[in-house]
């Protein structure tokens, strides 16, 4: 399995910005972001093909978060813009068993720890 390892996580104000980014040791194919909010079950936010070509969101985030790769790093990143208090849990990075973006949590077969984001109002 592929170690992930996030960081970035932390407190901001309604309209600010994070950017999150995810270590991964192993070989990876697509990668993805999903958020777990207090209380709710586990959600797709982003995912990126192997290449980084394709991209995929969901609909609460799209056009406010951005995901990249960088793959002689082995890292994936995650940029949130204009970040709203419903934004705020804890964010999970995964590693897919396919090379292109998807949104099943059943295609992932590695998660990181998670990294809290808290956005005030």
């Known amino acids: 399995q592929v170690q992930l390892v996030e960081s970035g996580g932390g407190l901001v104000q309604a309209g600010g910005s994070l950017r999150l980014s995810c270590a991964a040791s192993g070989r990876t194919f697509a990668m993805g972001w999903f958020r777990q909010a207090p209380g709710k079950e586990r959600e797709f936010a982003a995912a990126i093909s192997w290449s980084g070509g394709s991209t995929t969101y969901a609909d609460s985030v799209k056009g406010r978060f951005t995901i990249s790769r960088d793959k002689a790093k082995n890292t994936v990143a995650l940029e949130m813009n204009s970040l709203k208090p419903e934004d705020t849990a804890v964010y999970y990075c995964?590693?897919?068993?396919?090379?292109?973006?998807?949104?099943?949590?059943?295609?992932?077969?590695?998660w990181g720890q998670g990294t809290q984001v808290t956005v005030s109002s």
């Open positions: 995964a590693a897919a068993r396919i090379k292109s973006p998807t949104t099943r949590p059943r295609e992932y077969d590695s």
